[in-house]
């Protein structure tokens, strides 16, 4: 079973997908503890919590996580809390570690880097306004790359929201919480944020944006 298979129509539960690189290929940038206990610990709890939520709905075990969270306003309401954070939780990381690879950074390519361009100026600037946004983010979420209304922007969400719950489509991400970045970082969020930029795959992202785009 998928993680968060296309359209999977006898998923039973969710699954923790494997880190795509080893524990320490985003040194230095990120370190290896951080990802071992960012994949395995807190993914992991997240995609243990949904299963659990969902126990008791069998219904809905048989949507991707995708599509509970497009309609997650109609989701039970004794569930919707824990399906919305641990079912963002597990969409969220699971896109967030495609998007980085060993060797990553440098600028994207192609059509992403002129939709890029059309919608933020030029790379730079896109880079400090993503950047502004995960700086600025209050507290624990997520700063996205995304198509709202046919439109490429860039927003964040607080917690493990995404912009899937009101109709956003994110194909690139940063996570701010504290546990993606304090172990090294301690308080310096920025510095995370910039040392991040040289983690991004931007080949995969390209990918995600031609998806996205459909
Ligand atoms: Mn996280």
Redesign the pocket.
């Known amino acids: 079973m998928s993680a968060s298979g296309q359209g999977a129509a006898h998923q039973m539960s969710h699954t923790l997908p494997n880190l795509p690189y080893p524990f320490d290929a985003l040194e230095p940038y990120i370190d290896a503890k951080t990802m071992e206990i960012?994949h395995d610990k807190?993914?992991g709890a997240y995609v243990t919590n949904l299963n659990k939520a969902l126990e008791s709905h069998p219904d809905l075990q048989r949507l991707t996580v995708e599509e509970l969270l497009a309609q997650i306003n109609k989701v039970p309401e004794n569930i919707r809390t824990a399906v919305r954070n641990n079912g963002g939780?597990h969409m969220?990381?699971t896109l967030?570690w495609k998007i980085m690879k060993k060797g990553g950074g440098g600028e994207p390519a192609g059509d992403l880097a002129d939709a890029i361009k059309g919608a933020f100026g030029t790379f730079a600037d896109f880079k400090t306004k993503f950047s502004q946004a995960a700086t600025t983010r209050f507290g624990s979420g997520w700063a996205w790359l995304l198509f709202r209304d046919g439109k490429l922007v860039i927003e964040s969400t607080a917690n493990?929201d995404n912009p899937i719950m009101d109709g956003g489509k994110a194909f690139f991400g940063l996570?701010v919480?504290e546990?993606?970045y304090y172990l090294k970082y301690q308080n310096r969020r920025p510095e995370y944020i910039e040392a991040w930029w040289n983690t991004v795959n931007w080949s995969q992202v390209a990918e995600h944006y031609a998806a996205a785009r459909k």
């Open positions: 960012h807190h993914h939780g969220n990381h967030f493990q996570d919480w546990h993606a």
